[in-house]
């Protein structure tokens, strides 16, 4: 796994793909914090992060899609298929390379909170919980862009497959209760107010574990028929 996650995070940082991500991410970020903060006048943090998860929704699929499709586009995934490491392994290597992308860009935000500190008082109070919700929302987005990716070989067909989920999960829940799990955005709201809401943690936890569990289950599948 190790070896994986080493592997991934250089195919990131040698390739535009990390610094494409990094800098859209903080290109709107910085808009947003510019309207909460200079025409606005707040000084909440923590709704600047709920806004990061709105932008989140759209781009994290530059991350994902070439997971897997990008390997089977490329011929690659042969090294993986022929590989004696193991598929669990390889899954969460590659999970975990994208979510230290994640965790390395929201770090940059935090130049945000020293600026707000240096104005006033920022609300920091619910500053953990919505940061724990914001990594259990990166872990669910990353574990599906992945799933995405293990069903195709095209990258740009895991990036719209991606894109579409988490932008219909925006608003599916409109259309019956039924849907509220997958009501990403809703379901990190709850973390903002300073409270750490069990039913969401798991049902956000629970999500990204059957996502990773299906991605391992294809690719063992299409290893066993090689």
Same mark, same amino acid.
């Given at each position: 796994? !190790?070896?994986? *996650?080493?592997k ?12 494409? +991500?990094? #800098? ?16 606005s ?16 929704? +759209?781009?994290i ?13 490329? #011929?690659?995934? /042969?090294?993986i ?10 899954? *969460?290597?590659?999970? !975990? ?6 965790i @390395?860009?929201?770090?940059f935000?935090?130049?945000?909170l020293?600026? @707000?500190?240096? +104005? ?6 619910? *500053?953990g919980?919505?940061? !724990? #919700?914001? @990594?259990? !929302? ?8 992945? *799933?995405?990716?293990?069903i195709?070989? /095209? ?9 579409? +989920? ?12 039924i ?11 709850k ?12 049902q ?7 996502? @990773?569990?299906l991605?391992?289950?294809i690719? /063992? ?6």
């Amino acid at each position: 796994m !190790l070896a994986v *996650l080493k592997k991934e995070l250089k195919t990131y940082f040698l390739t535009p793909i990390g610094y494409v +991500f990094i #800098g859209l991410f903080l290109e709107v970020s910085s808009l947003i914090f510019y309207i909460y903060t200079y025409v606005s006048g707040s000084l909440n943090f923590s709704y600047i992060f709920y806004d990061s998860a709105i932008i989140l929704t +759209f781009i994290i699929a530059i991350l994902t899609m070439n997971m897997f499709a990008g390997e089977r586009k490329n #011929g690659t995934d /042969q090294l993986i298929m022929t590989s004696p490491k193991s598929i669990t392994g390889i899954v *969460l290597g590659k999970f !975990l390379a994208a979510m230290i992308v994640v965790i @390395i860009t929201e770090i940059f935000t935090f130049m945000y909170l020293a600026i @707000i500190n240096h +104005f006033g008082t920022p609300d920091i109070s619910t *500053l953990g919980t919505t940061l !724990l #919700g914001f @990594i259990l !929302l990166t872990m669910a987005y990353i574990s599906f862009g992945e *799933l995405a990716s293990s069903i195709t070989d /095209q990258p740009i067909i895991a990036y719209i497959i991606t894109f579409v +989920f988490f932008f219909a999960s925006m608003y599916i829940k409109n259309l019956s209760s039924i849907f509220s799990m997958v009501s990403f955005i809703d379901l990190y709201e709850k973390f903002i107010n300073g409270i750490i809401p069990i039913e969401e943690t798991i049902q956000l936890l629970t999500f990204t574990v059957a996502c @990773i569990i299906l991605t391992i289950i294809i690719l /063992q599948r299409r290893k066993n028929l090689k």
